[in-house]
């Protein structure tokens, strides 16, 4: 039987999302919290892939097994997992849903702060340079659409195509700060960084909204501006058929 299970974490610790060789990852820490409790090995599979340093407020992973699974884990879970991760729920699902493949859209959330606060240093990113905020939504306007990213996304990885469709994009101001919102139905590796950073151009006047133009044509990394740091970078949302 398949089950999604639903979690949380905050990324400042760890080397990202997924096992990797050197490193401690959320993957890793999850799969051992579950192997102790079940005392059989467990090998997730994410919604998707974040970074070292980026957080996720909602991501789904799923797993096979062939005994029933209560949804008492996540409680057992939550006693064992260290307190930058959370787990939500755990619940079964057809076996032919996918928790990466499956999902129909990812919302992420880029989060700015524009003064020195110790208390959100880990979870929002200090610009300390004025932006033209306005500038900067007349630009994401631009990238609503299908569209080829390959300008925003890390290069030699491995997938099939750059083309995204983005649903919406779009920064909202707040006191001392700002948060960017940016859905579609799939993301590149890095993509979101890379747009934060070249809208980060355009609200400082290094680049106008044609030049932004000019960027996604050329589907090349070394046109767009540089990656925005991590810290800022929330996955908020994942959506699936089953709601």
């Known amino acids: 039987m398949r089950y999604f299970i639903e979690f949380a974490y905050k990324g400042t610790c760890y080397h990202g999302s997924q096992v990797q060789p050197n490193g401690t990852t959320v993957q890793q820490v999850m799969q051992d919290a579950m192997a102790t409790i079940l005392r059989h090995p467990v090998e997730l599979t994410f919604a998707g892939r974040t970074d070292a340093g980026v957080h996720a407020a909602q991501m789904f992973a799923h797993w096979d097994s062939e005994a029933i699974v209560s949804p008492a884990l996540a409680d057992r879970l939550n006693r064992l ?14 076996d032919d849903l996918h928790a990466r493949f499956s999902a129909t859209s990812r919302t992420y959330e880029y989060r700015i702060t524009m003064r020195k606060d110790p208390f959100v240093s880990d979870t929002r990113t200090r610009i300390a340079t004025p932006l033209d905020f306005a500038a900067m939504n007349r630009a994401a306007q ?16 491995d ?34 960084r890379a747009v934060v950073g070249t809208l980060f151009d355009i609200g400082r006047g290094k680049i106008t909204l044609q030049q932004l ?31």
């Open 81 to 94: 997992l260290p307190k930058d991760i959370a787990v939500y729920r755990i619940f079964p699902v057809a």
């Open 213 to 243: 133009d000019d960027i996604l044509s050329a589907c090349n990394r070394q046109a767009a501006g540089q990656s925005a740091p991590p810290e800022g970078l929330f996955l908020v949302r994942v959506v699936y058929p089953f709601g």
């Open 159 to 192: 997938v099939k195509t750059t083309f995204c469709t983005v649903t919406e994009a779009y920064w909202r101001e707040g006191k001392n700060g700002a948060v960017f919102t940016i859905t579609a139905d799939r993301f590149l590796r890095n993509m979101v």
């Open 142 to 157: 631009h990238l609503i659409g299908t569209h080829d990213f390959a300008s925003f996304c890390k290069v030699h990885t």
